[in-house]
């Protein structure tokens, strides 16, 4: 059962096929365009869709608004240097700002990344500044069923292969995305880490984690990692920490907290040309465009997502709603995560090739059909330029605390009518422009008459 009880509430929006079906057609067949008033249950994101706990809510009272060295500020450094054991602490308002930070302050134009994955909003950081972002996935990554525990690894030998080859010197960053969002949000196992540790240290190339989801990674550390199971989350967090040498994360994930990012570093030299930035772009370095009472929400969120009831619980949530939908028909990643389970939309959907967007189809078919916001993680979302996303997955996340078993069996019933009527699902096109990160703003056209259009 959900370990907490519910104290405020909020209506779901209810409307019915017909008027969903002109909503999508205005919307472009682009769910980010739909507007939420018109969404029954939304599992587009786990990013800052959290549920504050009552605790929180009295932390906004807190909240020191002064400009410099509020008191906020210094409880927030306390709570993320007794975390992660990094003393620079660099709070911000979301992920992708301390991304563009990081990565203007350490990469030169022409230089590489090396990651398991790099997040989308990651990888266009990167590419902005004319830099190569190479993702390698461990081997397992590429078997979608199989129930290898961590798919989230990146791949040791061809990493060891790449920073010994004679250009090695372009290697600027290794990044380790815990969990690995992009790619099903599998974990990073400890020995992973370590390995990959080693290795830059021969190389002196130094290792980022993007840490977003490190306590769910601490979670699936300890029921999947040999000689983990007796350590509790914390303390898992703080070895994965202590094997990098810095970190950022957005905050909206395991931060508990509706928004919110940080950087946290060993190296002062670098932390002060990244406050240097953050002074001219986000704000005073102790508050990073964050109100002093975000900060409140976020030292009380961060003590609460490494509570071993909670992280059970997201877990087993997560566990039961992958083999739900695989009982209703629709193939999953195996095993499932913490933070959303990915649904294989090219499976599914084989008649749709995947410049088509089978994992689209499905995306608006559930919204179709029962007002289910998902998100496209295929080929609409990794293929820019032409390329193609090596698996055509939707992610159906999962909000922080937000809806209880029922919502969930509700999407279930609702799967199960689109796995039905799957064959005659029809793919899209895309028309007009295609900026960088497409699918948020991308307007489709679907490709034949059929169920899709009005
Ligand atoms: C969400 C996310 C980001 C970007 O953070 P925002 O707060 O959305 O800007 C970066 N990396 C990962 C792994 C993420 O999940």
């Known amino acids: 059962m959900e370990p907490f009880r519910i104290k405020a509430v909020e209506p779901i929006p209810l409307r019915t096929v017909e008027e969903r079906q002109r909503i999508l057609a205005e919307a472009d067949y682009n769910v980010f365009r739909v507007h939420s008033a018109d969404v029954t249950i ?211 994930k395991d931060g508990m907290s509706n928004t919110g990012g940080l950087i946290a570093l060993r190296d002062a030299e670098t932390a002060a040309r990244c406050r240097e930035r953050l002074t001219i772009t986000e704000g005073f370095p102790t508050y990073g465009g964050l109100a002093g009472r975000d900060l409140e929400t976020l030292v009380q969120g961060l003590s609460e997502v490494t509570d071993p009831a909670y992280l059970a619980h997201r877990a087993d949530t997560a566990a039961w709603f992958a083999d739900a939908l695989a009982k209703a028909g629709l193939p999953t990643l195996r095993p499932a995560g913490c933070h959303a389970v990915y649904a294989d939309a090219g499976h599914l959907l084989p008649h749709i090739p995947p410049e088509n967007f089978p994992g689209q189809a499905m995306v608006c078919e559930l919204y179709r059909q029962a007002g289910v916001r998902t998100v496209e993680f295929g080929t609409l979302a990794f293929g820019q330029d032409g390329g193609q996303a090596p698996h055509e997955l939707v992610r159906l996340a999962l909000p922080r605390r937000v809806y209880t078993r029922s919502h969930l069996e509700y999407v279930v019933d609702a799967v199960k009518d689109v796995v039905g009527r799957a064959g005659e699902l029809t793919g899209f096109t895309i028309t007009g422009p295609q900026p960088p990160m497409r699918h948020f703003t991308a307007k489709l056209t679907p490709l034949e008459e059929g169920r899709n259009t009005p």
């Open 42 to 252: 939304d599992l587009l994101t786990d990013s800052g869709t959290t549920a504050m706990s009552s605790k929180q809510w009295a932390a906004l009272f807190l909240g020191d608004e002064s400009y410099a060295w509020a008191s906020s500020y210094e409880r927030f450094e306390r709570t993320v240097r007794e975390l992660t054991g990094f003393p620079e602490v660099i709070p911000i308002h979301q992920g992708r700002a301390a991304e563009r930070l990081l990565f203007t302050t350490l990469l030169c134009p022409g230089q590489t990344t090396v990651a398991n994955g790099h997040f989308d909003s990651t990888r266009a950081n990167i590419e902005q500044l004319d830099c190569r972002a190479v993702d390698l996935p461990c081997p397992e990554a590429a078997d979608l069923v199989s129930e290898a525990p961590f798919k989230g690894n990146i791949d040791l030998d061809r990493l060891r292969e790449l920073l010994d080859a004679p250009d090695d010197e372009q290697v600027a960053l290794v990044i380790l995305t815990v969990t690995d969002n992009g790619g099903g949000g599998q974990p990073v196992s400890l020995a992973n880490l370590r390995s990959a540790r080693e290795i830059c240290r021969q190389h002196e190339v130094p290792l980022l984690l993007d840490a977003s989801r490190f306590a769910e990674n601490a979670h699936l550390i300890i029921t999947r990692e040999p000689g983990q199971q007796d350590r509790t989350p914390r303390e898992v967090a703080r070895a994965m920490f202590d094997l990098a040498d810095g970190c950022w994360a957005s905050l909206k």
